[in-house]
């Protein structure tokens, strides 16, 4: 999913990476691109992880995992980190999910259940000033529950902000029509899809439509 | 001469007093001034209002002032991590308040506090319940929730350098909420690892400008959180 997420990243952008699978983006750049990775806590040119046991406590990604930084790389302050992010000075974002409607809505960050500690981060604010937000995460929950829906039934991220959703079945753009597909994974159909879809899915051929991008 | 140092953590938050708001840079460990929140604890004073990106680890630092029953409410924006275990602990008893707040919002809340600002619009969180109860309002055909600018009694921040102005330098991602709080905090107390003289650090690359800070102690080796828990260290 990773590998076939940074296919899709421009040559030259300036991306921020969500915790987790997303984070793998970075160890899939295309030979001949070059990207310049933001991580929210401070770092424009973010390197890779120094490697086990190695690296210092004090440079660290969001994800609070030890990096390194890249020959010309910046530090900087939290405000000026998010004025990037909200100043719509980044190309582009790659986020996990718990639900993504087929409006483009996005849910990541509370499943909202009673004992749970609600923590955000900086998810809300990513949505809100990245001009691409592009989506990695299982076509399905552990017990099968599709993660691809009409409407969410956890807390919202954000309504209207994700383009491209890359799952371990297919890719798929969020449209005005609702979900395209776009892509299918090795070996698997259109219906295995669609029956691991919880909203209306659009096969490939039937319509030309382009991902959302917000301006 | 103005000479800002201060001998130590302890000086340093003397008059931190009870039921005051208290801003604690750092991001995770990064940043994190471990020995001023060591000394705040071993001061005692209690019912207070911390800012925090998070909650801290293990039992110490952020982590073990939570646990002394000290904090009253949290105001951050990822209470949870890895080896975070007595805020979740404590919250889910009722014992400790949360306010939950995006972490961009977060800082510019803190930035705007600082720089005189009562109060911004920003995009993040429209739509979603971290919005709800809150002002909105259109501007060029899009909504923007309105967010309050945060200051503070004490601000405790750990620096790489600082000179006896108060001048300071930071190291890498340990800059993070720092230079933010140190603006908007009425007392700011900094830990650096090196006091240097006055002229020592260069004007063109000072980070956060001495105006805005009151002390400064020297801790020359700080401790760093993830060795603290690691080795099973429990503060006090």
Not at chain 1, 176 to 198: H, W
Request: charged share 20%; net charge negative; aromatic share 6%.
């Amino acid at each position: 999913m990773a590998e076939r997420a940074a296919l899709d990243i421009p040559d030259g952008s300036y991306v921020n990476l969500g915790i987790g699978i997303p984070e793998l983006v970075a160890a899939h750049v295309p030979e001949g691109r070059e990207f310049i990775y933001h991580t929210e806590n401070g770092l424009l040119g973010m390197g890779p992880s120094p490697g086990p046991g190695r690296g210092e406590p004090e440079l660290i990604n969001a994800g609070k995992k030890r990096v390194t930084a890249l020959p010309g790389a910046s530090y900087f302050h939290h405000a000026d980190s998010f004025a990037m992010i909200r100043g719509g000075h980044l190309d582009l974002c790659v986020l996990g999910a718990l639900q993504v409607a087929e409006t483009g809505d996005l849910a990541n960050w509370s499943t909202g259940a009673p004992d749970a500690i609600p923590a955000v981060g900086g998810a809300m604010d990513l949505v809100a000033g990245v001009r691409t937000i592009f989506v990695i995460t299982q076509h399905v929950t552990r017990d099968g529950t599709p993660k691809l829906v009409t409407a969410c039934t956890y807390p919202l991220t954000s309504p209207g902000v994700v383009s491209r959703i890359f799952t371990d079945l297919a890719v798929v753009d969020v449209t005005a029509d609702g979900f395209q597909l776009t892509e299918l994974a090795p070996d698997v159909s259109y219906e295995y899809v669609a029956e691991r879809t919880g909203a209306p899915l659009i096969p490939m051929d039937s319509s030309v439509s382009k991902a959302r991008s917000r301006s | 001469m103005i000479d800002k140092t201060v001998a130590s953590p302890a000086e340093a938050v003397a008059d931190i007093f009870d039921g005051s708001t208290v801003m604690i840079g750092g991001f995770g460990e990064a940043g994190s001034p471990i020995e001023l929140i060591h000394a705040l604890i071993d001061r005692g004073a209690t019912g207070l209002t911390v800012v925090n990106n998070n909650t801290g680890s293990g039992e110490v630092g952020l982590a073990a002032l939570i646990k002394a029953g000290r904090v009253a409410k949290m105001i951050c924006s990822y209470p949870r991590t890895a080896n975070s275990r007595v805020f979740p602990e404590l919250y889910r008893s009722g014992r400790v308040d949360l306010e939950l707040v995006p972490q961009g919002t977060l800082a510019e809340r803190i930035r705007a506090g600082g720089a005189g600002v009562p109060a911004f619009y920003t995009p993040s969180s429209v739509g979603t319940p971290l919005a709800h109860g809150k002002e909105t309002r259109e501007f060029d055909g899009r909504e923007y929730v309105m967010e309050r600018g945060l200051t503070a009694d004490f601000s405790l921040v750990k620096a790489k350098a600082a000179d006896p102005h108060g001048n300071l330098l930071f190291n890498k991602t340990a800059r993070n909420f720092s230079p933010l709080m140190a603006m908007a905090g009425k007392v700011v107390a900094v830990q650096a690892d090196a006091v240097v003289a006055i002229g020592g650090i260069d004007p063109e690359c000072v980070v956060t400008p001495g105006i805005f800070v009151t002390r400064v102690v020297e801790v020359a080796d700080p401790a760093q959180e993830s060795d603290l828990v690691a080795s099973g260290v429990s503060y006090p």
